[in-house]
């Protein structure tokens, strides 16, 4: 059995066993329902994700130099980008332009982590190289 296909297999029976823990819990625990509410979402978004990947990757990932090309620059004007956030939120809090929590400073730079990475990666694939 190929890597992809174990791969495959392992996360559709994740996804599965999540969502079917979910709804036991919600069904078999009244007081505390989140939890199982967390799990079937788990479960479904890793089902959904599987299931994209699988169906974009029959033949197995297309990988040559010009890929990981792209993927290393992408990854590394993330970075950057991502960097200069931190520095921006520094100086917002240093400066009292706003009051941020720990959760509001760990979400932002989240977003900012993943939606740079994709998005500079989709701009360079699309343009074709990166020079």
Do not use: C, H
């Amino acid at each position: 059995m190929e890597i992809q296909e174990k791969y495959i297999k392992m996360n559709y029976s994740l996804g599965f066993v999540l969502i079917l823990t979910g709804v036991a819990l919600v069904s078999l625990i009244q007081e505390n329902q989140q939890i199982g509410i967390i799990l079937i979402n788990i479960g479904a978004v890793i089902l959904l994700v599987t299931f994209l990947k699988a169906r974009r990757y029959r033949n197995g990932p297309v990988k040559d130099e010009r890929t990981v090309k792209i993927g290393a620059y992408g990854l590394s004007y993330s970075w950057f980008i991502s960097l200069m956030v931190i520095a921006l939120l520094f100086w917002v809090e240093e400066l009292a332009l706003a009051q941020l929590n720990v959760k509001q400073v760990l979400g932002i730079l989240m977003f900012t982590m993943v939606i740079t990475a994709k998005g500079i990666q989709w701009y360079l694939f699309r343009k074709g190289d990166v020079e």
